[in-house]
């Protein structure tokens, strides 16, 4: 596929198409070692082109490890809160979309892509993908209720919820600390299963996905690209579920 080389700078996120036009101007920009002939010239996956001195390698598909902050809603658009979208620059929402939901109260690993492919096999129900979270709970939570919780707990729905591993980190009177992995995406799923046991959930964040853990060098509202290994570790998660 061949396309307008400012369209393929705008689309790898080097800037917006009036900004990627000067830089070719200016001759930041060379494909396969020439400058090119203007901002129209057809590019495709073939070519070599380079920005101020480094290689940029054309991706159909984007995949992002956001910190997903409390406050924002896990969604494209939304006419009253913030998305978490918009903590990507403009350039570079076209088509993405985040991996399933968080509340607008829960914090932590959201996956952001345009893959759509990834998103359904991440969040079909078959696929028994892990998510752990941390949660601070009100009340003493028990042993008794870790046993219940591997055994599945009636939250209102169709049966039991899939057996789900519970480890409490710290219990005391007021409040518990602990993790918890479940295999399934119920809404408010985390919140739903403590209040099954009477408790509430006071703070949800969620630590992991698919074996891919929430990066400690990113603060709430900042991403990262995932690397080609970290990409191949979360699609082995279902394949082995195939
Ligand atoms: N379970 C919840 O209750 N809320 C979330 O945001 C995620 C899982």
């Known amino acids: 596929m061949q396309i307008r080389l400012d369209k393929y700078l705008a689309d790898m996120g080097i800037g917006t198409r009036s900004q990627v ?3 070719i101007r200016k001759k930041q920009v060379f494909v396969n070692g020439n400058f090119p002939k203007g901002p129209e010239q057809k590019v495709g996956e073939e070519d070599i082109i380079s920005f101020q001195g480094k290689e940029i390698s054309y991706q159909k598909y984007e995949y992002y490890l956001f910190y997903k902050p409390q406050g924002c809603v896990s ?8 998305t978490v979208l918009d903590y ?9 979309f985040p991996v399933g939901r968080l509340d607008i109260d829960t914090e932590g690993f959201l996956l952001i892509t345009n893959d759509g492919g990834l998103a359904h096999n991440l969040l079909a129900p078959g696929k ?3 998510k752990t979270y941390f ?20 939250i209102g729905e169709k049966g039991l919820t899939l057996p789900a ?3 409490l980190l710290s219990v005391e009177e007021e409040l518990s600390q602990v993790e ?11 919140k739903r299963m403590f209040q099954a046991v009477g408790k509430e959930v ?31 570790k979360i699609t082995k998660q279902w394949m082995m579920e195939t």
């Open 21 to 23: 036009k000067q830089y």
């Open 75 to 82: 969604a494209v658009t939304d006419q009253h809160h913030k």
């Open 88 to 96: 990507f620059p403009e350039n570079r929402r076209k088509g993405l």
């Open 128 to 130: 028994h993908v892990p």
């Open 135 to 154: 949660a601070k709970v009100s009340g003493r939570v028990t042993e008794e209720e870790v046993q219940k919780f591997a055994k599945g707990v009636d």
């Open 165 to 167: 591993k519970l480890n």
């Open 180 to 190: 918890l992995t479940i295999t399934e995406g119920k809404f408010h799923q985390v």
């Open 202 to 232: 006071l703070y949800l964040k969620r630590i992991s996905m698919g074996g891919l853990g929430l990066d400690e060098s990113l603060m709430p509202g900042e991403y990262r690209a995932i690397t080609e290994e970290e990409l191949q």
